[in-house]
Every structure is written in C-alpha cells, then in structure tokens.
C-alpha cells in the first residue's frame, strides 16, 4: 500500500497570500455584513438555490471584488454595503472565485 502524504495547513497555504486577519475577514464590521448578507438571502445560495444549515457552508460573497489594501470594492461601493453582498454555498462561492481568478485580474486576493 502506498505512503500517505501527511497534512499540513501551513504547506498548502500560498506563501504570498496575507491570512484572513489581515484581509479584513474577522472585524466586527466584516462579521455584521455577513450575517446581515445571509439574513437578507435567507442563508439560501443564489446559484443553486440550497439551504446552508452548517454557519461553515454559507458564505457572504462580494458581488463586486474587495480591492486588496482597502475597504472598498472595484464598483466603488464600502466592502460592507449589504447592497453588494451575495449569498453562496462553499461550492459555487469557490467557483465564482476560480472564475474571477482566471480571467486575468491577477491573484485575487480581495474575493471573499
């Protein structure tokens, strides 16, 4: 039987990528949007339409990305306007950010 390769967290994290404390994710202000952005969508994905009952498969997604370094979106609008926020389960939130990733924009660290 082959070897298992152990896990490690700090391995599989992009060296360049700032963690989420310093992108903004764990601020009072941040958690408010969020639950104010689930509440509005009735914690229910706009892609596929599912119910997020786990809080860790729910996520507020910016409509318009985060410029990195600011508290603004690339649409002009504060990075906690409820207005710009979207509910997404983890799934279609990563392939959102994949898309977004892909088209040239660079590295994308302000999707959230």
Do not use: Q
Not at 58 to 85: K, L, M, Q
């Amino acid at each position: 039987m082959p070897r298992r390769v152990p896990w490690s967290h700090g391995k599989c994290r992009r060296p360049s990528r700032p963690s989420a404390a310093n992108r903004g994710y764990t601020d009072r202000r941040h958690r408010e949007f969020r639950l104010a952005v689930l509440r509005l969508y009735s914690w229910t994905c706009v892609d596929c339409g599912r119910v997020c009952t786990d809080k860790r498969e729910a996520h507020a997604d910016h409509n318009s990305p985060i410029v990195p370094g600011t508290d603004y979106c690339e649409n002009g609008c504060s990075r906690y306007d409820v207005s710009n926020g979207r509910c997404r389960c983890a799934k279609c939130h990563s392939r959102k950010t994949v898309r977004e990733n892909s088209d040239g924009k660079g590295a994308g660290y302000g999707v959230s």
